[in-house]
């Protein structure tokens, strides 16, 4: 099982700001078959990016993924008010897909 | 626009069966696997059992192997999972999740509202 830990596990930043959000993965992920995901509370998660840097359809391009390998990183580059949620990595590079933990990014 | 739409939650004593649906909409349903994910508190979300586009194959998560059975009914563009042995672990909400191809190691792109299980005494 891969695990993926992310980083940091609350960031707090004011509108405008640039977020940087962290995923680490246990070990090598297969095609840099990773995705990430916004959650807001009482919703679903929504798809923001796969294949580690590609923005799912209608995605603003504030939204960027970069990395590879283990290390992978989701980065927002001016918070809009509508961002603030709770943002989760998940790996497919392998038939058991795997989840992080999630990093909350709340308002300052 | 795609449209996923859970039902069958609610509460079950430990040892019991529930069995859920997700009604799927605005999309070929048969072109897509398809896939539950469950969402605790405590263990964050975890895939649990996908079904590929033809029905044909089948994969489930350990902690639910042999208690849980996902199911497709394409005439009715609709997909089960069928829950026995309930245990209060098992307690979450649960995601119907449409995979992005026919097979099931690809990214969820599309997710359901959710709907609460509860094992409890």
């Known amino acids: 099982e891969i695990v993926l830990t992310q980083s940091p596990g609350t960031l707090s930043l004011s509108p405008g700001e640039r977020a940087t959000l962290s995923c680490r993965a246990s070990?090598?992920?297969?095609?840099?078959?990773l995705a990430w995901f916004q959650q807001k509370p009482g919703q679903a998660p929504r798809l923001l990016i796969y294949g580690a840097s590609i923005r799912a359809t209608g995605i603003p391009d504030r939204f960027s993924g970069s990395g590879s390998g283990t290390d992978f990183t989701l980065t927002i580059s001016r918070l809009e008010p509508e961002d603030f949620a709770v943002f989760y990595c998940q790996q497919y590079g392998t038939s058991l897909r795997t989840f992080g933990q999630g990093t909350n990014v709340e308002i300052k | 626009e795609v449209q996923l739409v859970e039902s069958g939650g609610g509460l079950v004593q430990p040892g019991g069966s529930l069995r859920l649906s997700c009604a799927a909409s605005?999309?070929?349903?048969?072109?897509?696997?398809m896939s539950w994910v469950r969402q605790t508190p405590g263990k964050g979300l975890e895939w649990i059992s996908s079904i590929s586009a033809t029905g044909v194959t089948t994969s489930s998560a350990d902690s639910v192997k042999g208690r849980f059975t996902i199911s497709r009914d394409d005439s009715k563009h609709t997909l089960f999972l069928q829950m026995n042995s309930l245990r209060a672990e098992d307690s979450a909400v649960y995601y119907c999740a449409k995979d992005s191809s026919a097979w099931f190691e690809d990214y969820f792109d599309h997710w359901g509202q959710g709907i609460l299980v509860t094992v409890s005494s």
């Open positions: 605005g999309f070929t349903f048969t072109s897509y696997a």
């Open positions: 070990q090598n992920i297969r095609n840099n078959y």
